[in-house]
């Protein structure tokens, strides 16, 4: 607990200082920020890109290729996620067709074809006029792999004394339910969990040098005020964790905050955990670099 609170106590002195934040692109339209905010519950929760807020309608996020899209709407329908063929088609890739007549959907990529019937079918329905499928139908006709996750209970791990739950590996956003469709990636290299996790420890430690920098800088009349807790950051770096695989990501969690490592292009992103979820692009040149951070795609 005392390791937990001068990790808050750093946090507190770096809010007060100007912030200039470099983050990635997460969408297509450049938008470079992106927070979750589940206060009053899953049922009122949203997800906010930039200056733009949206709701999350059915406690649910949908991720494709790692790429959160905000505008999905997922609909349970007897406790099944029932997902949004055209949008989800379209950001793979396909043309639609539909057959009023018979109220059959036609899929074309390249020389594949698909048709679906939307009626006496377990795996697509029309719901208000607009086709939805399973995700099993996603992932045995479209996609790699579709996985549904529900949110963490309360009987879940906590990593060391900080009391922080550790996430499951097929989560990316813990307290919602999650809906992550990919297609085969095409990852720069082959590098293991182990070497991945190397570099995002040279990665975390540079950018805590950084920081350590910063913070004397603005208690010069104090300059080694923060030196435990500047050693406690680097210990909880130091014994990292590996969680697992989800999507284009390998995951890690130091102490109050997870990592995630981008395979497709080795960049890193620090996800935070508080009454928003925040990730945002590591930068070890980034001053504020342990400030609550996020990312995805």
């Known amino acids: 607990m005392k390791k937990f609170l001068s990790f808050i106590l750093v946090f507190v002195l770096v809010l007060s200082m100007s912030m200039n934040i470099s983050m990635a692109k997460l969408d297509e339209t450049g ?50 996620a029932m997902l949004p063929l055209r949008l989800i088609a379209e950001k793979l890739g396909y043309e639609l067709g539909w057959n009023g007549a018979e109220k059959k959907v036609t899929l074309k990529k390249a020389d594949k074809s698909i048709d679906i019937a939307t009626t006496k079918n377990e795996m697509a329905k029309l719901i208000n006029n607009t086709t939805y499928v399973s995700s099993d139908f996603v ?67 540079e950018g805590l040098n950084n920081f350590a920098k910063t913070l004397k800088e603005k208690t010069k009349d104090e300059p080694n005020r923060f030196d435990d807790d500047i050693k406690l950051i680097e210990k909880d770096i130091n014994r990292m964790i590996y969680i697992g695989e989800v999507s284009k990501f390998y995951r890690y969690t130091i102490g109050p905050y997870d990592v995630l490592y981008d395979r497709t292009d080795g960049k890193i992103y ?22 609550p951070i996020f990312i995805v795609g």
Request: negative net charge; aromatic residues 8%; contains cysteine.
């Open 31 to 80: 938008v470079k920020e992106i927070s979750f905010g589940t206060d009053r519950g899953p049922e009122d929760a949203i997800i906010r890109i930039a200056d733009k807020t949206y709701p999350i309608k059915n406690g649910t996020i949908l991720f494709i290729n790692g790429e959160i899209i905000p505008e999905a709407e997922v609909v349970m329908d007897g406790g099944k």
């Open 139 to 205: 992932e045995k006709n479209l996609a790699e792999s579709a996985i549904v996750t529900e949110s963490l209970g309360k009987d879940f791990e906590k990593f060391y004394d900080t009391q922080m739950p550790i996430t499951q590996d097929k989560t990316i956003e813990r307290s919602l339910r999650n809906v992550i469709i990919d297609e085969k990636h095409e990852y720069k290299d082959n590098i293991s969990s182990d070497d991945a996790m190397k570099l995002v420890k040279e990665k975390c430690l």
């Open 270 to 291: 620090f996800q935070i955990y508080s009454s928003e979820t925040y990730i945002k692009e590591m930068d070890v040149n980034d001053e504020n670099l342990y400030m």
